[in-house]
C-alpha cells in the first residue's frame, strides 16, 4: 500500500515498530505523526516517530485552571520567588494542556488530521509539545529569560493556528459528523486561549519585573495593566473604541453615498471590571460589524436613501457580580436559513463561501505561507502601559465588515464563555437582532478548562 | 368604566373572560348523552391509550372548511373531532394512573381522575358505536354529540387550579421535576384537546343548519375572517393594545399607576392564529412587564415591537384565500395543509423593570410550587395567602376560559406551552438591574392572499 518513496524513506531509520499503514496493526509503543498524502508537500517529511508514552504521561495530569483574579494578585506583589514560580507553573501547565489537546487530535477521524491545515497544526503542536516538556526546572532569572525566549518563539509559530482550523474545518465539510468538528474546535479553540493567556501574562510579568521602573509592592494605578489584564476596563470606553474603529473601516469600503448608522450608548456608563481587553475587543468589535453590516445592508434593499439607517443601540447593565452589555439593530434579522449554523464552525452548506472569503483575508493568506518580520514588531513590548494588540486577532479585527468568515459568532462566545460569562443572540426575523454579552465582574471565576475527565464524562 | 364589564364587547376577547360560563343549551338538545352510566374499563383506557395520539396542526382544525360548513362537512368534522378525543383522554388518564398512588389519592388531583374518567364514559358510546360501523351520521347525532363536548370543555376549565393545589398539598411525596415533567406534559396535551372540542362546537355554531354563534358555549366569533376558533386576519398589535389596556387599569386600581405603552415594528401585520391564546400570553407577559416597572418605579414606558418573519422565496406557500362578506357561501376549496415554513410573527416585550436577578432567573419556568418552603402559605387559598390580594394575580383568575391560575405562578410556562404548541415560543432575556426582554415568537398558518 505504501508508494515507493515512504519505504526507501524508512529504511534510512532504524525502525523497531513495523510502518503504518492504513488499516494495520500498530505497535504500542510508537505512534507516528500523520504524514498527509497530499500533494502539496514531500511524502516523506514529518516522518519522527515518537514515543507514545511520553504523550500518555502528560495527558493524565489534570489542567490547573486559574482566574483572573489569580492573574492580578499574582502581578501585585511581584518578587523574584513569586516570578520563579509563575515560570515554573507555566513550564508545566503548557505542555500538560498541549498534551490533551494532541491526544483529541489523534483521536479525530483519520480523514480530518490528513487534511493538510489540520496537519499542519497538530505539528505546530507536537514541536511544541515536545519542547516545553523538555524544559528542566527554573531556579534563576537567567533560566526564565530563556523560557521566555522559547514562550515568545512559539507564540509567534501559532500565530496561524485559528485561520489554518478555520479553513481545514471547512475543507472537511461533509466528510466528518458536523457536531463532532464543533466540539473539536471549541475544545481546542478554549484550551488555546488559556495556554496565550498564562504564557502572556508570564512575559508581561517578567518585563515588568525587569523594567527599570518597577520596584516590588509599587501601588499599580488603575488605569494599568497587570500583564494583559487590565484592571477597569470601563465598558462604555472600549465600545466607543471599537465602534469608531469599525465604523472607519466601513466607511473606506463602502462608497460615499452609503451612510453608516449611528451607534448609541446608554446604561450604566461607568460600569467597569476587570478583563482582558483584547478579548474583550474581539467579541464587541465583532457583534458590532455584524450589526453595522447588517444595517447597511437592510438600508440600501429597505431604506429611503434621504433618511439615516437606523441606530444600533447599545445598553450597558451593572449588577453587583455582573455587567451585561446589549447590542441591538435593526438589520433585519437573521436570515432562516442561516439560523441552524449560527454557533457552529461548520456551516454546512455556507462554507464553500466562508473558505472563499478566509483566503481574501488579508494577511491571513501571507500567514499561510511563512510569517512576516513585521510581526515580530507587533510583539514587541515597548509600552509597558498598554499591552500589544494580539496579533492573532488583530489581522482578524482589522478586516472589512463585509468579510464574513463564519467564525465571529462561535469564536466570540468562545472568549466569552472563557472567564464565565456568556453570548446570546435573539432575532426578530425581519426587524433585527438582540445581542448580550455577560461578563462575570468579579474576575474570581476560575477559567474554564476542558480536562480529559469532564470530556470522557461526555 | 367598568372594564371588566366591557370586555365582553370587544371583538378579540373571549366571551368566557366574563366569568366561567355555564352550558348553554339553547340550540342544543336538552337531553344529555344516554351514556353517563357507561362503565369505562381498565381495557378500554388500555387499547386507546396504545393507539397513535395525533399531533394536532392548524391544517387539522381548519380542513372541514370554512364557516359556514355544510351539514356533510359539518358531520366529517364531528367525526374526525371522536375519532381524535378519546385517544387522548386516554393517555391522559393513563398519566396521572401512573403518578404515586399517595399523590392520586389527594383529594384534589382525585377529583381530576375523576372528571376524566367521566368525560372519556361519555365519549365512548360513540366511539364503540363508530367501531361498529356506525359512525355519526345524522343532525340528530351530531347535536348530542355537540352537547357532550360542551360538558366536557365545560367540567375540565378548572383543572389547573385544582391539579396545582393537590401537587402542592403532595409536595413531600413527590419531586419538582416530577412534577414538572408531568404538568409539561399534561398541560400540553390539554391545550390540544380543548382546541379540538372547541374548535368543533364553534364549527357547529356558525354551520348551515345550526347557524347561532350567539349560543355558543365557547368564543364562536362571527367574523367572516374567523374558522371556528381561528381568526385568518389577527392583527396581534390589536390583542397587545387591549391586553395592556386591561392590565394598566389593573395597575392604576391596584397601585395608582398605569404604565405607558409604546407600540412599533410593523403594526398592521396580520397572520393566522388563535385569539384566545395569544390574549393569554400576551395578558401574563404584560403583567409581568407592567409589575416590574412599576415596581422598579420606572417611567420609561414598556415597548412592544411587532416584527412579521419576511415572505419566503417558496413558490408553494399554501394560501388561505380571504374572507368574503358573503357567509352563506360554502368554501371548502379555500383550506390546504399546513406548511411548516409558513413565516410568523415575532413579538419582542421590552421593559425597564430592572430585570431578573441571576439567582431566580432559573427558575421562571418552573411551576411555582418549586419555589415554595414547608411553612409557606398556599397562594390562592382562602386565607388569601402570598399574592392572593394582588391585583394583577386576579387578573390571571379572571381569565377563567383557559384556566384560573389566581396566583399559584403557572403564567409563564403555561404561556409557553401556548406558544410552543404550533411551533412557536418564549425567549426571556435579563438585564439585570436593567430591565428584560421577552421574544414571543408564533408561527403562522399559510399566506393569505390578499
Given at each position: 500500500m505504501l508508494s515507493n518513496a515512504l519505504r526507501n524513506a524508512r529504511k534510512s531509520r532504524t525502525l523497531t515498530a513495523s510502518p503504518i499503514v492504513l488499516d494495520g496493526p500498530w505497535r504500542a509503543s510508537c505512534v507516528p505523526v500523520a504524514s498527509p498524502m497530499v500533494q502539496t508537500r514531500a511524502v516523506n517529511s514529518n516522518q519522527a516517530w515518537r514515543p507514545v508514552r511520553v504523550l500518555d504521561e502528560w495527558v493524565s495530569k489534570e489542567a490547573r485552571p486559574i482566574s483572573l483574579r489569580q492573574l492580578m494578585v499574582f502581578g501585585r506583589s511581584l518578587t523574584e520567588k513569586r516570578l520563579i514560580d509563575s515560570a515554573n507553573y507555566v513550564r508545566?501547565?503548557?505542555?500538560t494542556r498541549i498534551a490533551h489537546r494532541l491526544r483529541d487530535m489523534q483521536l479525530l477521524p483519520y480523514v480530518v488530521v490528513r487534511n493538510a491545515h489540520i496537519n499542519d497544526v497538530y505539528n505546530l503542536y507536537y514541536n511544541a509539545f515536545d519542547t516545553f516538556r523538555k524544559i528542566k526546572e527554573i531556579k534563576t532569572l537567567d533560566d526564565n529569560d530563556r523560557l521566555c525566549e522559547v514562550i515568545s518563539a512559539n507564540l509567534k509559530k501559532h500565530l496561524t493556528v485559528i485561520p489554518k482550523l478555520a479553513m481545514g474545518i471547512h475543507e472537511c465539510e461533509g466528510l466528518v459528523d458536523a457536531k463532532e468538528m464543533d466540539q473539536f474546535m471549541n475544545t481546542i479553540l478554549k484550551s488555546r486561549i488559556s495556554r496565550r493567556v498564562i504564557a502572556e501574562q508570564h512575559l508581561s510579568l517578567t518585563e515588568t519585573y525587569n523594567s527599570p521602573y518597577f520596584s516590588p509592592g509599587a501601588k499599580l494605578s488603575e488605569s494599568d495593566f497587570i500583564g494583559e489584564v487590565f484592571i477597569k476596563c470601563n465598558a462604555k470606553n472600549v465600545i466607543e473604541n471599537c465602534a469608531?474603529?469599525?465604523?472607519?473601516?466601513?466607511?473606506?469600503?463602502?462608497?460615499?453615498?452609503?451612510?453608516?448608522?449611528?451607534?448609541?450608548?446608554?446604561?450604566?456608563?461607568?460600569?467597569?471590571?476587570?478583563?482582558?481587553?483584547?478579548?474583550?475587543?474581539?467579541?464587541?468589535?465583532?457583534?458590532?460589524?455584524?450589526?453595522?453590516?447588517?444595517?447597511?445592508?437592510?438600508?440600501?434593499?429597505?431604506?429611503?436613501?434621504?433618511?439615516?439607517?437606523?441606530?444600533?443601540?447599545?445598553?450597558?447593565?451593572?449588577?453587583?457580580?455582573?455587567?451585561?452589555?446589549?447590542?441591538?439593530?435593526?438589520?433585519?434579522?437573521?436570515?432562516?436559513?442561516?439560523?441552524?449554523?449560527?454557533?457552529?464552525?461548520?456551516?454546512?452548506?455556507?462554507?464553500?463561501?466562508?473558505?472563499?472569503?478566509?483566503?481574501?483575508?488579508?494577511?491571513?493568506?501571507?500567514?499561510?505561507?511563512?510569517?512576516?518580520?513585521?510581526?515580530?514588531?507587533?510583539?514587541?513590548?515597548?509600552?509597558?502601559?498598554?499591552?500589544?494588540?494580539?496579533?492573532?486577532?488583530?489581522?482578524?479585527?482589522?478586516?472589512?465588515?463585509?468579510?464574513?468568515?463564519?467564525?465571529?459568532?462561535?469564536?466570540?462566545?468562545?472568549?466569552?464563555?472563557?472567564?464565565?460569562?456568556?453570548?446570546?443572540?435573539?432575532?426578530?426575523?425581519?426587524?433585527?437582532?438582540?445581542?448580550?454579552?455577560?461578563?462575570?465582574?468579579?474576575?474570581?471565576?476560575?477559567?474554564?478548562?476542558?480536562?480529559?475527565?469532564?470530556?470522557?464524562?461526555? | 368604566m367598568n372594564r371588566l364589564a366591557s370586555f365582553g364587547r370587544l371583538r378579540h376577547v373571549p366571551r368566557t373572560l366574563r366569568s366561567t360560563r355555564t352550558v348553554s343549551c339553547r340550540a342544543l338538545s336538552t337531553s344529555s348523552t344516554a351514556a353517563s352510566g357507561y362503565n369505562v374499563t381498565d381495557s378500554d383506557i388500555a387499547t386507546l391509550a396504545k393507539r397513535h395520539q395525533?399531533?394536532?396542526?392548524?391544517?387539522?382544525?381548519?380542513?372541514?372548511?370554512?364557516?359556514?360548513?355544510?351539514?356533510?362537512?359539518?358531520?366529517?368534522?364531528?367525526?374526525?373531532?371522536?375519532?381524535?378525543?378519546?385517544?387522548?383522554?386516554?393517555?391522559?388518564?393513563?398519566?396521572?394512573?401512573?403518578?404515586?398512588?399517595?399523590?392520586?389519592?389527594?383529594?384534589?388531583?382525585?377529583?381530576?381522575?375523576?372528571?376524566?374518567?367521566h368525560s372519556l364514559s361519555i365519549l365512548l358510546p360513540y366511539w364503540h358505536?363508530?367501531?361498529?360501523?356506525?359512525?355519526?351520521?345524522?343532525?340528530?347525532?351530531?347535536?348530542?354529540?355537540?352537547?357532550?363536548?360542551?360538558?366536557?370543555?365545560?367540567?375540565?376549565?378548572?383543572?389547573?387550579?385544582?391539579l396545582a393545589r393537590g401537587f402542592l398539598e403532595c409536595r413531600r411525596y413527590i419531586s419538582p421535576p416530577e412534577v414538572t415533567r408531568f404538568l409539561d406534559e399534561h398541560l400540553r396535551a390539554r391545550i390540544g384537546t380543548r382546541l379540538i372540542a372547541e374548535q368543533h362546537i364553534a364549527l357547529h355554531f356558525s354551520s348551515q343548519p345550526h347557524f347561532d354563534p350567539e349560543a355558543s358555549p365557547t368564543p364562536c366569533p362571527e367574523h367572516p375572517s374567523f374558522v371556528g376558533v381561528i381568526d385568518t386576519a389577527l392583527r396581534p398589535a390589536t390583542v397587545v393594545e387591549s391586553c395592556a389596556g386591561f392590565v394598566a387599569d389593573i395597575c392604576e386600581l391596584r397601585y395608582g399607576t398605569r404604565p405607558l405603552l409604546h407600540v412599533n415594528g410593523e403594526p398592521d401585520t396580520t397572520f393566522a392564529s388563535i385569539p384566545m391564546h395569544l390574549e393569554y400570553i400576551l395578558t401574563e407577559l404584560l403583567k409581568n412587564a407592567f409589575r416590574a416597572t412599576i415596581e422598579n418605579k420606572s417611567q420609561e414606558p414598556v415597548v412592544v415591537t411587532i416584527a412579521p418573519e419576511p415572505p419566503l422565496p417558496v413558490t408553494d406557500i399554501p394560501s388561505i384565500k380571504s374572507p368574503g362578506s358573503d357567509r352563506g357561501q360554502f368554501r371548502s376549496d379555500a383550506i390546504r395543509p399546513l406548511d411548516d415554513n409558513a413565516p410568523g410573527v415575532t413579538i419582542r416585550i421590552r421593559d425597564r423593570g430592572g430585570g431578573i436577578s441571576p439567582d431566580l432567573v432559573h427558575n421562571i419556568w418552573s411551576y411555582s410550587f418549586t419555589t415554595f418552603s414547608e411553612d409557606d402559605e398556599f397562594p390562592g387559598s382562602d386565607n388569601g395567602g402570598g399574592g392572593g390580594n394582588d391585583g394583577l394575580n386576579a387578573i390571571s383568575g379572571a381569565s377563567a376560559g383557559i384556566s384560573s391560575i389566581?396566583?399559584?405562578?403557572?403564567?409563564?410556562?403555561?404561556?409557553?406551552?401556548?406558544?410552543?404548541?404550533?411551533?412557536?415560543?418564549?425567549?426571556?432575556?435579563?438585564?439585570?438591574?436593567?430591565?428584560?426582554?421577552?421574544?414571543?415568537?408564533?408561527k403562522g398558518i399559510g399566506k393569505i392572499d390578499p
Open positions: 508545566t501547565e503548557l505542555p469608531d474603529t469599525i465604523k472607519k473601516i466601513a466607511r473606506s469600503i463602502n462608497p460615499p453615498d452609503v451612510k453608516i448608522p449611528e451607534i448609541r450608548i446608554e446604561g450604566h456608563l461607568e460600569t467597569s471590571f476587570p478583563y482582558i481587553l483584547s478579548h474583550l475587543e474581539y467579541i464587541i468589535g465583532e457583534l458590532l460589524r455584524n450589526s453595522v453590516q447588517a444595517v447597511i445592508d437592510r438600508h440600501q434593499t429597505h431604506g429611503s436613501p434621504d433618511e439615516p439607517p437606523p441606530p444600533i443601540e447599545v445598553t450597558i447593565a451593572e449588577a453587583p457580580k455582573h455587567a451585561t452589555i446589549r447590542i441591538s439593530d435593526r438589520g433585519g434579522g437573521i436570515p432562516r436559513h442561516e439560523l441552524p449554523y449560527l454557533w457552529a464552525f461548520s456551516k454546512g452548506p455556507l462554507s464553500q463561501q466562508r473558505l472563499r472569503n478566509l483566503n481574501r483575508v488579508p494577511r491571513m493568506a501571507a500567514t499561510m505561507q511563512e510569517l512576516s518580520v513585521e510581526d515580530e514588531a507587533e510583539l514587541g513590548r515597548a509600552d509597558l502601559k498598554t499591552p500589544p494588540y494580539q496579533s492573532s486577532l488583530a489581522s482578524l479585527t482589522s478586516r472589512p465588515p463585509d468579510l464574513r468568515l463564519g467564525m465571529g459568532l462561535p469564536l466570540s462566545r468562545v472568549y466569552a464563555e472563557y472567564w464565565a460569562g456568556s453570548l446570546e443572540l435573539h432575532s426578530l426575523a425581519g426587524y433585527g437582532v438582540d445581542a448580550f454579552l455577560q461578563i462575570s465582574r468579579l474576575g474570581n471565576k476560575n477559567e474554564q478548562v476542558i480536562t480529559r475527565a469532564s470530556m470522557d464524562a461526555l | 395525533h399531533q394536532l396542526s392548524l391544517a387539522d382544525l381548519v380542513k372541514h372548511g370554512r364557516p359556514p360548513l355544510s351539514e356533510d362537512s359539518l358531520l366529517s368534522s364531528a367525526n374526525f373531532t371522536l375519532g381524535l378525543l378519546p385517544i387522548r383522554l386516554a393517555r391522559r388518564i393513563q398519566a396521572l394512573r401512573n403518578l404515586p398512588y399517595i399523590v392520586v389519592t389527594n383529594p384534589n388531583i382525585s377529583r381530576i381522575y375523576s372528571t376524566y374518567v358505536a363508530a367501531a361498529e360501523g356506525h359512525p355519526i351520521a345524522t343532525l340528530d347525532e351530531e347535536i348530542k354529540f355537540t352537547n357532550t363536548l360542551a360538558e366536557l370543555v365545560a367540567t375540565h376549565t378548572d383543572t389547573i387550579p385544582i389566581a396566583g399559584l405562578g403557572y403564567g409563564l410556562p403555561l404561556s409557553r406551552a401556548y406558544a410552543e404548541y404550533f411551533g412557536g415560543g418564549i425567549d426571556v432575556q435579563s438585564l439585570y438591574r436593567w430591565g428584560t426582554d421577552v421574544y414571543l415568537r408564533l
